[in-house]
């Protein structure tokens, strides 16, 4: 049975048996046959190749390469007058199955462990040493004596199937599952049909798409004289996982006349295709891998690898993607974060190349987000494989994210409706009200990638997150987030969003002290949201209501997109050490002009006996306009103060106080010190 031809060749020809219609069995020569072709299911044309008589009833198609083009199955189908059809099935494959496995003849080749044969795959069943006979007989249709250990042997003894009012329908199962790597190749009976008009179809069970295929067909005859018909299988028709080495041949018809089928012998011969359990190569070795391979390679791989996977988890092509997203195929994990942290690597098609880490994952939709956009997006045709290694994400400039640097508390994907200085968090974010607020909340891919927030306020039924600044580019339902706890420490008496604002006072958050005038004396900065940039002093503060009335006026009022903090002085109660940093870019409607490179005004803490030299560096502060010379006083002072701090001498010397000119004197103050006292500065 040389039922496989390498694709695109022109050597060994496809013969064919034709025999007479008056008999059903004498070779019918002299012909010159019609031949068409089906190739891998495709509609049958005629062949290309030439069609020359070989003897006795047999004919011979030349190889072609047009015939042999394509991979797959290859039904021959010949006709011709005064002979029956003739049907033969071969296989186009990518390997010349002629061609045996020389071990000893291959250069650098070392067997380290196991037996290495080459793969079998021609065996002519009916000499075949690899043979195994039927297990069972089960009929569908029809009626049955003798039993399947009367097909065991060629001695006319026979297992017999007769129909029932003209359906005949029964099947023989083998199995090879007790030899490793066994692959039924082919069958052969002996045997014949009672009645000239009968003829069976003779087919094979497909496991892999659980179909029957027809491999032929036997013709009755009015005789009692045994005939043999070879029929070739595939790889499918071998069962796999719970049917291991299973094989069934079906004979099946109806409109039958007082048929029955006598089989004297039915044989199903095999191959087996031994397991390689170890093999070293040395030098440079020329050779094509088909198929899975496992194992690890040393050195370098030329040629078209199509995947070399090391702990890859998941694999397949892409449903469809954008830029900082892919949907993975359809039978993908329903766990939602199942693949976060691990790498996705598309391997071919659409974007192939590009690898990225997986930040957030939804298992109904089977969308992954990733931690920087595509170059070029995946699309449809985009194949990815996922590894199962934890990497940390990165962000555009390829640096390690800053939300990696500490645990993940939430990844998700922002909802539609973000404003200037909020975010919409996932639907999955907590429920519970403030939860987040502190943390920091980076955009890791979509739209706004690579801007870091802190949270000041969170709404646990609107999944409404505000934070401290607005954003430079608002987020929305494509930006994929992760929240980090933000371990830098803050000096800001309470921060939150404002419930309300009038131009003289501003409506703490429900979570404010409850105490009367705590806040008196403190800074109040509109951090993002109606006002931004704006800073007051606070000089009333109700416990009850909230309220912090403020002096001057903001120049917008505020109202309940406003982000607030307020900064506690030397002059207000609840003051802390340390420093913090603000953005102010107006006192009240006043603005405030820092110039000389001086970038935000430091408050809180005051001096603390650090050296200004390392708070703010060797060069001169430049001073700074704007700022009041009544209630922010202190403000203006400490940073005049620094100033003149770094240049004050130790041992006896005068320090000047200015105006918030940076001109003015405001006071001067007379000092005589030891090393240590000349550490101190006043303060007016």
Same mark, same amino acid.
């Given at each position: 049975?040389?039922?496989?031809?390498?694709?695109?060749?022109?050597?060994?020809?496809?013969?064919?048996?034709?025999?007479?219609?008056?008999?059903?069995?004498?070779?019918?020569?002299?012909?010159?046959?019609?031949?068409?072709?089906?190739?891998?299911?495709?509609?049958?044309?005629?062949?290309?190749?030439?069609?020359?008589?070989?003897?006795?009833?047999?004919?011979?198609?030349?190889?072609?390469?047009?015939?042999?083009?394509?991979?797959?199955?290859?039904?021959?189908?010949?006709?011709?007058?005064?002979?029956?059809?003739?049907?033969?099935?071969?296989?186009?494959?990518?390997?010349?199955?002629?061609?045996?496995?020389?071990?000893?003849?291959?250069?650098?080749?070392?067997?380290?462990?196991?037996?290495?044969?080459?793969?079998?795959?021609?065996?002519?069943?009916?000499?075949?040493?690899?043979?195994?006979?039927?297990?069972?007989?089960?009929?569908?249709?029809?009626?049955?004596?003798?039993?399947?250990?009367?097909?065991?042997?060629?001695?006319?003894?026979?297992?017999?199937? %007769?129909?029932?009012?003209?359906?005949?329908?029964?099947?023989?199962?083998?199995?090879? %599952?007790?030899? +490793?790597?066994?692959?039924?190749?082919?069958?052969?009976?002996?045997?014949?049909?009672?009645?000239?008009?009968?003829?069976?179809?003779?087919?094979?069970?497909?496991?892999?798409?659980?179909?029957?295929?027809?491999?032929?067909?036997?013709?009755?005859?009015?005789?009692?004289?045994?005939?043999?018909?070879?029929?070739?299988?595939?790889? %499918?028709?071998?069962?796999?996982?719970?049917?291991?080495?299973?094989?069934?041949?079906?004979?099946?018809?109806?409109?039958?006349?007082?048929?029955?089928?006598?089989?004297?012998?039915?044989?199903?011969?095999?191959?087996?295709?031994?397991?390689?359990?170890?093999?070293?190569?040395?030098?440079?070795?020329?050779?094509?891998?088909?198929?899975?391979?496992?194992? +690890?390679?040393?050195? =370098?791989?030329?040629?078209?690898?199509?995947?070399?996977?090391?702990?890859?988890?998941?694999?397949?092509?892409?449903?469809?993607?954008?830029?900082?997203?892919?949907?993975?195929?359809?039978?993908?994990?329903?766990?939602?974060?199942?693949?976060?942290?691990?790498?996705?690597?598309?391997?071919?098609?659409?974007?192939?190349?590009?690898?990225?880490?997986?930040?957030?994952?939804?298992?109904?939709?089977?969308?992954? =987000?990733?931690?920087?956009?595509?170059?070029?997006?995946?699309?449809?045709?985009?194949?990815?494989?996922?590894?199962?290694?934890?990497?940390?994400?990165?962000?555009?400039?390829?640096?390690?994210?800053?939300?990696?640097?500490?645990?993940?508390?939430?990844?998700?994907?922002?909802?539609?409706?973000?404003?200037?200085?909020?975010?919409?968090?996932?639907?999955?974010?907590?429920?519970?009200?403030?939860?987040?607020?502190?943390?920091?909340?980076?955009?890791?891919?979509?739209?706004?990638?690579?801007?870091?927030?802190?949270?000041?306020?969170?709404?646990?039924?609107?999944?409404?997150?505000? @934070?401290?600044?607005?954003?430079?580019?608002?987020?929305?339902?494509?930006?994929?987030?992760?929240?980090?706890? =933000?371990?830098?420490?803050?000096?800001?008496?309470?921060?939150?969003?404002?419930?309300?604002?009038?131009?003289?006072?501003?409506?703490?958050?429900?979570? %404010?002290?409850?105490?009367?005038?705590?806040?008196?004396?403190?800074?109040?900065?509109?951090?993002?949201?109606?006002?931004?940039?704006?800073?007051?002093?606070?000089?009333?503060?109700?416990?009850?209501?909230? @309220?912090?009335?403020?002096?001057?006026?903001?120049?917008?009022?505020?109202?309940?997109?406003?982000?607030?903090?307020?900064?506690?002085?030397?002059?207000?109660?609840?003051?802390?050490?340390?420093?913090?940093? @603000? +953005?102010?870019?107006?006192?009240?409607?006043?603005?405030?002009?820092?110039?000389?490179?001086?970038?935000?005004?430091?408050?809180?803490?005051?001096?603390?006996?650090?050296?200004?030299?390392?708070?703010?560096?060797?060069?001169?502060?430049?001073?700074?306009?704007?700022?009041?010379?009544?209630?922010?006083?202190?403000?203006?002072?400490?940073?005049?103060?620094?100033?003149?701090?770094?240049?004050?001498?130790?041992?006896?010397?005068?320090?000047?106080?200015?105006?918030?000119?940076?001109?003015?004197?405001?006071?001067?103050?007379?000092?005589?010190?030891?090393?240590?006292?000349?550490?101190?500065?006043?303060?007016?």
């Amino acid at each position: 049975m040389s039922g496989q031809r390498q694709i695109s060749t022109t050597t060994y020809p496809m013969q064919f048996l034709m025999v007479l219609t008056s008999d059903h069995i004498t070779g019918a020569t002299g012909l010159s046959p019609t031949v068409t072709i089906n190739k891998n299911g495709a509609a049958f044309a005629a062949a290309a190749g030439a069609v020359t008589e070989v003897g006795n009833g047999w004919y011979a198609l030349a190889g072609n390469a047009t015939d042999r083009n394509t991979l797959g199955e290859l039904k021959l189908h010949a006709t011709a007058a005064t002979a029956d059809p003739a049907d033969k099935d071969f296989e186009v494959v990518s390997w010349d199955p002629f061609a045996l496995l020389n071990v000893s003849s291959i250069s650098g080749v070392t067997q380290t462990g196991g037996d290495l044969y080459p793969a079998v795959t021609n065996i002519a069943v009916t000499s075949a040493a690899l043979n195994a006979t039927a297990s069972s007989r089960t009929i569908t249709t029809g009626t049955g004596t003798g039993g399947v250990a009367n097909t065991v042997a060629a001695d006319l003894v026979y297992d017999n199937v %007769a129909d029932s009012a003209g359906t005949l329908d029964f099947y023989y199962e083998f199995t090879v %599952a007790a030899t +490793n790597g066994a692959v039924g190749v082919g069958v052969s009976w002996l045997g014949y049909i009672v009645g000239l008009v009968n003829t069976l179809k003779v087919y094979a069970y497909n496991w892999g798409g659980a179909t029957w295929d027809q491999v032929g067909q036997i013709v009755g005859i009015a005789g009692t004289t045994n005939g043999q018909q070879d029929f070739e299988l595939t790889n %499918a028709n071998t069962g796999t996982g719970g049917n291991l080495g299973l094989v069934r041949i079906r004979f099946s018809n109806t409109g039958l006349t007082a048929a029955t089928v006598k089989t004297d012998r039915i044989l199903l011969g095999y191959a087996v295709v031994q397991d390689i359990t170890a093999i070293q190569l040395t030098g440079t070795q020329t050779f094509n891998m088909v198929g899975t391979q496992t194992g +690890n390679i040393t050195g =370098n791989l030329s040629g078209s690898v199509g995947s070399v996977t090391n702990q890859t988890i998941r694999s397949g092509t892409a449903q469809a993607g954008n830029a900082a997203t892919i949907t993975l195929d359809a039978s993908a994990s329903a766990t939602n974060n199942l693949y976060v942290g691990c790498t996705i690597v598309l391997v071919s098609g659409t974007g192939a190349g590009q690898a990225r880490v997986i930040t957030n994952y939804n298992g109904t939709s089977k969308i992954a =987000n990733v931690d920087r956009n595509w170059t070029t997006n995946p699309g449809a045709a985009s194949v990815f494989a996922i590894m199962g290694t934890e990497a940390p994400a990165l962000n555009a400039t390829l640096q390690v994210s800053s939300a990696a640097a500490t645990a993940v508390i939430l990844a998700g994907t922002a909802q539609a409706g973000s404003t200037t200085n909020t975010i919409v968090l996932a639907a999955a974010a907590s429920a519970t009200n403030s939860i987040y607020v502190g943390d920091l909340v980076t955009l890791t891919g979509g739209t706004g990638l690579g801007q870091t927030r802190t949270i000041v306020s969170y709404n646990g039924t609107t999944k409404v997150a505000t @934070v401290d600044r607005n954003w430079t580019t608002t987020p929305n339902n494509t930006s994929t987030f992760n929240i980090v706890a =933000n371990i830098t420490p803050t000096t800001f008496s309470d921060q939150g969003v404002a419930q309300a604002g009038a131009s003289g006072s501003i409506t703490l958050a429900s979570t %404010a002290s409850a105490v009367n005038s705590i806040y008196v004396g403190s800074l109040v900065t509109i951090l993002s949201g109606t006002d931004s940039g704006d800073t007051s002093q606070i000089t009333a503060y109700n416990g009850t209501t909230k @309220v912090a009335t403020v002096s001057p006026n903001f120049a917008v009022a505020p109202d309940t997109t406003s982000a607030y903090a307020v900064i506690p002085t030397q002059s207000g109660t609840g003051a802390l050490p340390g420093v913090q940093d @603000v +953005n102010v870019v107006s006192y009240g409607s006043t603005p405030v002009v820092i110039s000389g490179g001086f970038p935000e005004v430091t408050v809180g803490g005051y001096l603390s006996g650090q050296d200004p030299a390392t708070l703010w560096g060797a060069a001169s502060l430049a001073a700074c306009t704007g700022l009041p010379a009544t209630n922010g006083q202190a403000l203006t002072y400490q940073v005049q103060q620094r100033n003149n701090k770094e240049h004050a001498d130790k041992g006896t010397g005068v320090i000047t106080l200015y105006e918030n000119d940076g001109t003015t004197p405001k006071s001067t103050q007379t000092y005589a010190s030891t090393a240590a006292d000349a550490d101190r500065s006043a303060m007016a």
